[in-house]
C-alpha cells in the first residue's frame, strides 16, 4: 500500500498520461475546436443584440427631435389665436421691411445713374428742350426740365400776373417736392414697425405667460420641466419682435442718409434749371 502512493509511483503515472496526450493530438484539436467554436457562437449571439440596441438608440432620438417641446414649432402648435396672430403680424412687418429695403435701394441706385446721365447729356445739349429729349422718360430729371418748359410755355391768363422768375421757380419747386414725396415712400411704414414691433412681441410674451402660468395652475405640476417650456416660448415672442424691429430701424436710418444725397443732387439740377430757364427768356 505503501508503494502504491509513494512518490515514485506517482511520477511514474503523470509521465504516462503525458505520453498518452503527445501520441494523441486529435483530442487536443477537438477541444481546441469545441472552445473556438463555443467563443465564435457567442460573439456571433452578442454582435445583433448590440446592433439592435444602437437601432434603437437612433430612433429614440430621432423621436425626441421629431417632438421637440422647446421649438418655435411647438410654439405655432401649441398657441391659441391670439399668439398665431401675434406671429403672423411680426412676420408680415418683416417682409414687408424686407421687401421696401430692397426696393428703394434699387431705386436709389436707378437715379444715381440717372442723375450721371443728365450731367453728361442735357448740360452738353444745344437748348432746353433737346437736353430734355435727350434724358429718359422715367428719369426725375427729365420730368423736372419738362416742367420747367411747360412752365416758360404757360405764363399767360391768371398766371401773367405772376412774375416769370416767381412761377419758373413755383413750377420746378413743385416737381422737386413730388420727386421727394415718392423718395419717401415707404419709409413711414419702416418707422412703424421699427418702433411698434417690439411691444407686439412684447404682447405676444405676456399672453403666452398668462396661459402658460393657467395652464400650469390647472395641471396643479409647477416643477422646473413643467414651467421651463411654456414659459421659454412666450419669451420667444419678444425676441421675434426685436429682430423685426432692428433690421427695420436700421434700414430706415440707412435710406433716409441716402435720400438725402439724392435729393440734394435733384435741387442742385432743378437751381440751375431755372436759372437757365430765367435767363433763355430773358434773351429771347
Same mark, same amino acid.
Given at each position: &500500500?505503501?508503494? +502504491?502512493?509513494?512518490?515514485?509511483?506517482?511520477?511514474? *503515472?503523470? &509521465?504516462? #498520461?503525458?505520453?498518452?496526450?503527445?501520441?494523441?493530438?486529435? !483530442?487536443?484539436?477537438? %477541444? $481546441?475546436?469545441?472552445?473556438?467554436?463555443?467563443?465564435?457562437?457567442?460573439?456571433? %449571439?452578442?454582435?445583433?443584440? *448590440?446592433?439592435?440596441?444602437?437601432? =434603437? @438608440? $437612433?430612433?429614440?432620438?430621432?423621436?425626441?427631435? =421629431?417632438?421637440?417641446?422647446?421649438?418655435?414649432?411647438?410654439l405655432w402648435k401649441t398657441s391659441d389665436t391670439v399668439a398665431k396672430t401675434v406671429l403672423l403680424l411680426l412676420a408680415i412687418?418683416?417682409?414687408?421691411?424686407?421687401?421696401?429695403?430692397?426696393?428703394?435701394?434699387?431705386?436709389?441706385?436707378?437715379?444715381?445713374?440717372?442723375?450721371k446721365e443728365a450731367a453728361n447729356k442735357f448740360w452738353s445739349a444745344a437748348t432746353v428742350t433737346q437736353g430734355a429729349q /435727350?434724358?429718359?422718360? @422715367?428719369?426725375?430729371?427729365? !420730368?423736372?426740365?419738362?416742367?420747367? +418748359?411747360?412752365?416758360?410755355?404757360?405764363?399767360?391768363?391768371?398766371?401773367?400776373?405772376?412774375?416769370?422768375?416767381?412761377?419758373?421757380?413755383?413750377?420746378?419747386?413743385?416737381?422737386?417736392?413730388?420727386?421727394?414725396?415718392?423718395?419717401? /415712400?415707404?419709409?413711414? !411704414?419702416?418707422?412703424?414697425?421699427?418702433?411698434? $414691433?417690439? !411691444?407686439?412681441? +412684447?404682447?405676444?410674451?405676456?399672453?403666452?405667460?398668462?396661459?402658460?402660468? %393657467?395652464?400650469?395652475?390647472? $395641471?396643479?405640476?409647477?416643477?422646473?420641466?413643467?414651467?421651463? *417650456?411654456?414659459?421659454?416660448?412666450? +419669451?420667444?415672442?419678444?425676441?421675434?419682435?426685436?429682430?423685426?424691429?432692428?433690421?427695420?430701424?436700421?434700414?430706415?436710418?440707412?435710406?433716409?442718409?441716402?435720400?438725402? #444725397?439724392v435729393m440734394d443732387d435733384v435741387r442742385s439740377f432743378g437751381s440751375d434749371l431755372h436759372s437757365v430757364l430765367l435767363g433763355? %427768356?430773358?434773351?429771347?
Open positions: &500500500m505503501n508503494k +502504491l502512493h509513494s512518490p515514485r509511483h506517482w511520477l511514474m *503515472g503523470l &509521465m504516462t #498520461a503525458l505520453a498518452l496526450l503527445a501520441t494523441n493530438p486529435c !483530442f487536443a484539436q477537438t %477541444t $481546441s475546436v469545441s472552445n473556438s467554436s463555443q467563443t465564435e457562437t457567442s460573439s456571433t %449571439t452578442i454582435a445583433p443584440a *448590440g446592433a439592435n440596441q444602437t437601432g =434603437a @438608440d $437612433s430612433v429614440t432620438k430621432k423621436a425626441q427631435a =421629431a417632438e421637440n417641446p422647446y421649438g418655435i414649432e411647438a412687418m418683416s417682409m414687408g421691411s424686407w421687401y421696401i429695403l430692397a426696393v428703394k435701394m434699387l431705386e436709389q441706385r436707378k437715379i444715381g445713374t440717372q442723375a /435727350s434724358l429718359s422718360k @422715367d428719369s426725375p430729371y427729365q !420730368f423736372i426740365a419738362a416742367s420747367g +418748359l411747360e412752365a416758360t410755355k404757360k405764363h399767360g391768363g391768371l398766371m401773367g400776373h405772376i412774375p416769370l422768375n416767381e412761377w419758373i421757380t413755383m413750377s420746378i419747386q413743385r416737381s422737386v417736392d413730388r420727386i421727394n414725396r415718392d423718395m419717401q /415712400s415707404g419709409l413711414s !411704414f419702416l418707422a412703424t414697425v421699427g418702433s411698434i $414691433s417690439p !411691444f407686439v412681441g +412684447l404682447f405676444g410674451t405676456v399672453w403666452g405667460i398668462y396661459h402658460a402660468l %393657467t395652464a400650469i395652475g390647472i $395641471s396643479g405640476q409647477a416643477s422646473i420641466d413643467k414651467v421651463a *417650456g411654456p414659459v421659454g416660448e412666450a +419669451l420667444i415672442m419678444t425676441a421675434i419682435g426685436l429682430a423685426v424691429a432692428v433690421p427695420a430701424v436700421l434700414a430706415y436710418n440707412w435710406l433716409v442718409s441716402r435720400n438725402k #444725397a433763355t %427768356t430773358v434773351n429771347a
